[in-house]
């Protein structure tokens, strides 16, 4: 599965972003997809994924804030993100499990006045 992830920049404090991963194959045929994100000096940390059928896990740093979505049609996973703060600043990276794991290329985010 090939991942291409698009959408970060720079944002305001309590502004909002919406993450894009296309997939290469049909959503329906991969168990789960997610992001992680990865800040400077810190490892790479589980943000959010959901399952092929719907079910959503949150880091609770994010709860409230953050929404992943994805359309099967457009083979597309959403990570809607509101509120922003400058601690989610960081690179995020989707991520795709079939029998296998798979990574997208990265994409910055960052939030700062």
């Known amino acids: 599965v090939q991942l291409q992830a698009s959408g970060g920049g720079l944002v305001q404090p309590g502004g909002s972003l919406r993450l894009s991963c296309a997939a290469s194959?049909?959503?329906?045929?991969?168990?789960?997809m997610g992001w992680y994100r990865q800040g400077p000096g810190e490892q790479r940390d589980l943000v959010a994924y959901?399952?092929?059928?719907?079910?959503?896990n949150y880091a609770d740093s994010v709860k409230g804030r953050f929404t992943v979505s994805r359309d099967n049609a457009k083979s597309t996973v959403y990570l809607q993100m509101n509120s922003l703060k400058p601690e989610d600043t960081a690179v995020y990276y989707c991520y795709a499990i079939t029998e296998n794991l798979f990574w997208g290329q990265g994409t910055q985010v960052t939030v700062s006045s």
């Open positions: 194959q049909s959503t329906l045929s991969i168990n789960r």
């Open positions: 959901i399952t092929s059928n719907g079910i959503t």
